[in-house]
């Protein structure tokens, strides 16, 4: 007889990614075994397989999540009736808010993506082009006439990438400098430079 599926079911899945997020991004794709995951949220190694076949499954779960997840959220901004300098402003707030609400799961994507099965990760690569042409897109409607190059657009693209992607790495959201007001920061630079 089949095993039935829990009313929580959901629940103790985004739980067991949770922890695998987490030990991923402290120790390592390649260095976390299943078992160490399984003791992180108290669940047995059959109940693990239960939800996951494989350490690489939940690899490939939470990171098609991640990816999807933000590029939702980028669309929906993009489309929005908000003013272009607004929506620059959202766009920048939103990728913070959301890396740093998923850091484990951000800091996975940068440093193990590249233990997911090939179909996997074109997926992810896909879905990583989408958040960047939702990106282009709205730099060509703040200034059509510096954008008409698709050069010049994803080279700022990428450039602004770069910068909200490794943010993580030096900023603390605990400190002096809230999140709202780095957001804040950041856009400004994209949106008027330096000088």
Not at 19 to 40: D, M, P, S, V, Y
Not at 80 to 86: A, D, G, Q, R
Not at 127 to 155: C, H, M, W, Y
Request: charged share 25%.
């Amino acid at each position: 007889m089949a095993r039935t599926r829990a009313e929580n079911f959901d629940d103790i899945k985004l739980e067991i990614l949770t922890a695998a997020a987490h030990l991923f991004a402290q120790k390592g794709f390649r260095n976390t075994n299943i078992i160490e995951i399984g003791a992180a949220c108290n669940a047995s190694k059959s109940r693990m397989y239960h939800y996951f076949p494989s350490k690489e499954a939940m690899l490939e779960a939470m990171l098609l999540d991640h990816v999807n997840g933000l590029l939702i959220i980028a669309r929906d901004i993009t489309a929005s009736k908000l003013s272009p300098e607004e929506k620059m402003r959202q766009f920048v707030l939103a990728h913070l808010h959301y890396y740093f609400g998923a850091r484990d799961r951000h800091k996975v994507l940068l440093a193990d993506a590249e233990y997911l099965p090939e179909a996997t990760l074109n997926e992810v690569r896909h879905a990583e082009q989408g958040l960047v042409k939702q990106l282009e897109a709205l730099l060509k409607e703040l200034n059509p006439k510096k954008f008409a190059s698709r050069i010049d657009t994803s080279t700022h693209a990428m450039l602004i990438y770069g910068m909200l992607n490794w943010t993580y790495t030096w900023y603390e959201p605990t400190g002096k400098l809230n999140l709202k007001d780095l957001a804040q920061k950041a856009a400004d630079m994209c949106l008027h430079g330096v000088l």
